[in-house]
């Protein structure tokens, strides 16, 4: 496997469900991301992890809880989801929050429907 | 508030150039982004200024004026493939990337 990886890339799920969304990136990066694609929409940036720690929660629901292990695995649990969080969950990686020309590295996305 | 403006949609020709606009207000600048995302695939990067100026890859190129909080990207030679969103991204002041809603760009033979 290369670059950044995500499992399931389709999900659908009702409100009383709880699943998780996996993210792996293999490009030796410190920083990983959580957005939030909906149609029409800029990114919404939900969760940061540099080097394991969350540096970043931008007023994101309790519904999603994220996870970091380690620096090259992130997950995001989800429990109790509304109909208006259906959307395409990205995950990103990068060499860590600095300046200069750090691009994020996107994995393919999950398309999660909920029902 | 911080806000990232691009034209939702653009149509071009096949072979033609196509200049898509992006202009921000942010709180604080630490570079510009720009990002080709096809339907139902992963962001990726293309392009990124910090100074003034026009930077050139190949057929794409992207411009900044920061005292306009302005930048484009230009694409030429366009071909089918080029059909995709074109998001634009500001890193402010803390080093968070701020993104537009992207510009859907429709290349026709």
């Known amino acids: 496997e290369t670059g950044v990886t995500q499992t399931p890339r389709h999900l659908v799920m009702g409100m009383t469900n709880k699943k998780s969304l996996k993210c792996e990136q293999h490009?030796?990066?410190?920083?990983m991301y959580w957005y939030k694609q909906s149609a029409k929409k800029p990114l919404e940036l939900m969760f940061v992890?540099?080097?394991?720690?969350?540096?970043e929660n931008n007023s994101v629901p309790s519904r999603f809880s994220p996870e970091c292990p380690n620096s090259s695995h992130l997950f995001l649990h989800l429990h109790t989801l509304q109909p208006e969080d259906s959307a395409l969950y990205l995950c990103a990686s990068s060499q860590g929050e600095i300046s200069g020309e750090v691009e994020q590295y996107f994995g393919p996305g999950t398309r999660l429907t909920v029902t | 508030g911080q806000n990232i403006d691009q034209p939702t949609e653009m149509t071009a020709t096949e072979g033609a150039i196509v200049q898509i606009n992006c202009t921000y207000q942010?709180?604080?600048?630490?570079?510009l982004f720009w990002y080709q995302q096809h339907a139902g695939e992963a962001p990726t990067f293309l392009s990124y200024n910090v100074l003034d100026g026009l930077e050139e890859k190949g057929r794409f190129s992207s411009f900044l004026s920061r005292s306009k909080g302005y930048s484009y990207l230009l694409l030429k030679e366009l071909q089918m493939k080029d059909s995709a969103s074109y998001l634009c991204a500001v890193r402010d002041s803390n080093y968070q990337l701020i993104w537009g809603a992207g510009t859907k760009l429709i290349i026709k033979p």
């Open positions: 992890y540099n080097f394991k720690e969350q540096t």
């Open positions: 942010t709180s604080g600048f630490n570079g």
């Open positions: 490009l030796g990066h410190n920083a």
